[in-house]
């Protein structure tokens, strides 16, 4: 272990997204307003009564990967390993630093959810001969980081975080630190989800957690009073992060610095949040701290928001609290759900470039259909418009069923 304490910043921006394959499309459909949600198309919703999501379009894993790897890869890893694809050549980091000083620290709440209800599907009808030999390498977790390190010789720590709807964050968050701590040079983190399958729609939706309006502009509709649960996405992005000094010597385009980060567990329930929004309030509060914020700055707070009834309230409340009822009332908050839907396990780590693209254009993207403000969630979420504005923080919440809570700070590099 060296210095406790070197500044990480990031270098490249990779995604896989429902509104745009890459970071620019994205982010113009983000300051856009343009969702994508819509009818699912992956498997047949007759029996279902979820009928929207929010899918990646247009996606070639060819691009990416040989005929022979895609067959022996699922889906999320498939968007993982294009996102990374993406953020490694934008960075150029690959080849200045010994392959152990470089590290893979990539989340999925999920994994091979799809390749699991394919071979199980084969295991009943044909047996169990006829269960794919890559069955198992294609469905954990921690393949996507797997193959993303074997892919780009990355010799140091290769992870995966699996704290559901928090993994990306997380993933983001320890890569920090392992930068920091001096464990790596430079780390390729974020997540990788694609849940939308038979048996992934169908356990979110009989424990009423998806969205069942049939009307993709009235689905997902984070802090609006007629929300009813989020509407399921996929796909992935990726960010490198780098230990500043050698970003600044090689001269690479920085993003901005990841100054703060927050990790805790409500320890209350596996789904509801706990009333009291402790464990979040606690996670930003860490990060806050951090990232040494200071009453009076301008903070733009990418949120959870998902759009079921209990999580907007407890987000709200744990904001109110971290930032003081003042300055959180002065804040920026907005929920790019509204647009992706909830990415799941790769919602922490668009949601993180989200916050970097808002930072270095200085406009912030909105929560689009909220045309009914709870009276319960009462900041300012920006409804349905970008707005320009220059802030001096970013943070990025994610909440996670097990009870876990990730928040992650940015700021503009200061010399």
């Known amino acids: 272990m060296q210095n406790t304490n070197r500044r990480v910043v990031v270098t490249g921006l990779g995604v896989i997204s429902p509104i745009g394959n890459n970071v620019e ?12 949600i ?53 960075s150029g980091v690959i080849g200045t630093l010994p392959p152990d000083r470089v590290a893979v620290y990539f989340g999925s709440g999920i994994g091979g959810i799809r390749t699991f209800t394919e071979e199980h599907t084969k295991l009943i009808n044909r047996g169990p001969k006829r269960v794919s030999p890559y069955f198992v390498p294609m469905m954990i977790a921690n393949m996507a980081a797997g193959q993303i390190a074997i892919r780009f010789n990355c010799q140091g ?7 559901a709807c928090a993994s990306g964050s997380n993933a983001i968050g320890e890569a920090l630190r392992a930068i920091r701590h001096g464990y790596a040079d430079a780390v390729i983190t974020g997540g990788a989800e694609a849940a939308i399958s038979q048996c992934g729609v169908a356990g979110f939706v009989n424990m009423q957690a998806l969205s069942v309006s049939q009307d993709p502009d009235a689905a997902c509709l984070p802090f609006d009073q007629r929300r009813g649960g989020f509407v399921i996405g996929e796909g992935a992005a990726a960010l490198v992060l780098e230990e500043y000094e050698h ?7 920085i993003y901005g610095e990841v100054c703060g980060y927050g990790s805790t567990c409500d320890a209350y ?25 200071r009453k009076g700055e301008t903070v733009y707070v990418n949120a959870h928001g ?10 709200t409340a ?24 909830h990415m799941l396990g790769a919602a922490g780590a668009i949601e993180a470039v989200a916050c970097l693209k808002a930072m270095e ?40 069923f097990g009870g876990h809570n990730a928040c992650l700070a940015f700021r503009k590099v200061r010399l």
Not at 25 to 36: A, D, F, L, R, T
Not at 60 to 71: G, H, I, Q, S, V
Not at 247 to 253: E, I, L, P
């Open 306 to 315: 998902t759009g079921t009834p209990l999580n907007d309230v407890a987000e």
């Open 318 to 341: 744990a904001i109110k609290r971290a930032l003081g009822e003042e300055e959180a009332q002065k804040a920026y908050v907005s929920s790019t759900k509204s647009m992706t839907g």
């Open 38 to 90: 819509g009818p699912i198309t992956l498997f047949d919703t007759t029996d279902y009564k979820a009928k929207v999501a929010a899918e990646v379009k247009d996606f070639d894993p060819r691009a990416y990967m040989d005929k022979t790897e895609t067959l022996r890869s699922d889906r999320y890893a498939q968007f993982g390993l294009a996102a990374a694809c993406q953020a490694v050549e934008e």
């Open 157 to 163: 720590a290769a992870l995966p975080a699996v704290t």
């Open 247 to 253: 970003a600044v010597k090689r001269g690479a385009r």
């Open 25 to 36: 499309e994205c982010w113009k459909n983000m300051i856009s307003g343009v969702h994508g």
């Open 269 to 293: 329930h596996i789904t509801a949040p706990r009333p009291d929004a402790d464990g979040g309030a606690r996670a930003m509060e860490q990060a806050l701290a951090e990232a040494g914020y």
């Open 361 to 400: 254009e200085g406009i912030i993207p909105p929560t689009i259909h909220l045309e009914e403000p709870d009276p319960a969630c009462d900041l300012n979420y920006v409804p349905n418009q970008a707005v320009k504005a220059e802030v001096d923080l970013c943070l990025s919440n994610s909440l996670g």
